[in-house]
């Protein structure tokens, strides 16, 4: 009971599931409401009115005979009414908030994604690219998505949308966020060696920060090459598995203090960390394996996520890092 109770609290309080960053996320929680109290209420009759019929018609003695019931067409019609009634609500419910999360509002803003092994792109309608999706608060936002390679599904659990990114072709989804903050961003199609590092974040803004945010990223060209290189680092996601400030190793290695140091590779061997060391780590990342890796490395490579200059403002930004 008292567990029951404690978690009926969390439901209440909205910890059982993801908080909800969209008006369609509260629709999706009260259907799936609906569901888990009929499957409550089902399974309690059908439980229930087994245990009641074993108990009562138990064979109590050698004498005992089993009563010849044909039919009860009341009881029939009823068994079968009442589920259909219910299947017809669950679908008529589904429908119509189906339809909703499908159906592409006009004057969205749309921001194409792009998916691949192993992260996600941000591309807007000004040029900016980003790791991270940057939405303003309270404004319909369509995202086109595709894939590069295999198929992706992009995932918002806080807003209870998700759609597969499928090579060749573009899909789209759309929300309206209603809470400002950072939501998760997962992939939910098992896409290879790092799929479960595939996750990004969508930040929810009011209108004037996504404006100065948008305006700002574009003017990103104009600053001094280590700076550029900086604002790459964060928005190519290098900073999610790569600290830059502390020797602790994220998923990949520090780059703190390294530029010039010797770079230990899985083989053995050592090699300088020099501009060509860092260049074919972020290419090629298979060719040399950094210590305690071994292949497949879950470095994804950049080759032609980056530029020449942006991977030269990068490497810019990783020696000054000393
Ligand atoms: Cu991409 Cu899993």
């Known amino acids: 009971m008292a567990i ?3 978690l009926m609290n969390k439901a209440m309080a909205g910890s059982f599931m993801p908080e909800q960053g969209t008006q369609i996320a509260k629709q999706v929680d009260n259907l799936y409401g609906f569901l888990l109290v009929v499957s409550f209420i089902s399974c309690a009759i059908l439980i229930g ?19 010849y019931i044909t039919h009860d067409t009341r009881l029939e019609v009823l068994w079968s009414a009442i589920p259909l009634i219910i299947f017809l609500v669950v679908f008529a419910w589904g429908w119509v908030l189906y339809h909703d999360m499908r159906k592409m509002p006009e004057n969205a803003l749309e921001i194409m994604v792009m998916g691949r092994q192993w992260s996600w792109t941000a591309e807007y309608k000004n040029g900016v690219k980003s790791s991270e999706i940057v939405v303003p608060v309270g404004k319909d936002v369509k995202l086109i998505l ?15 949308i998700k759609q597969d990114a499928v090579p060749g072709r573009y899909t789209s989804l759309w929300f309206n966020a209603t809470k400002l903050g950072e939501f998760h961003v ?43 290189g900086a604002k790459y680092f964060q928005t190519r996601a290098c900073a999610s598995c790569h600290n830059v400030d502390n020797p602790a190793a994220k998923i990949g290695p520090s780059l703190y203090q390294r530029w010039g140091k010797e770079a230990h590779l899985s083989n053995g061997t050592t090699v300088p960390f020099d501009e060509n060391y860092v260049r ?6 298979q060719a040399q394996l950094a210590a305690g890796f071994s292949a497949p490395s ?12 942006e991977l030269a403002a990068i490497i810019e930004y990783i020696k000054g890092l000393n």
Request: charged share 25%; proline share 5%.
């Open 146 to 160: 595709g894939s590069e390679d295999v198929i992706h599904s992009f995932f918002v659990p806080s807003f209870r």
């Open 4 to 6: 029951w109770m404690l």
């Open 49 to 67: 009115g087994m245990i009641y019929f074993v108990l009562k018609y138990k064979r109590k003695s050698a004498h005992d005979k089993t009563a």
């Open 298 to 309: 879950p470095m994804p490579s950049y080759q032609g996520q980056l530029s020449e200059s």
């Open 186 to 228: 997962f992939c939910t199609e098992y896409c290879g060696t790092s799929h479960a590092a595939m996750i990004t974040r969508l930040k929810v803004v009011t209108q004037e920060e996504f404006d100065k945010w948008l305006i700002e990223e574009s003017e990103v060209g104009l600053l001094p090459i280590a700076e550029r």
């Open 280 to 285: 074919e780590s972020m290419m090629l990342p």
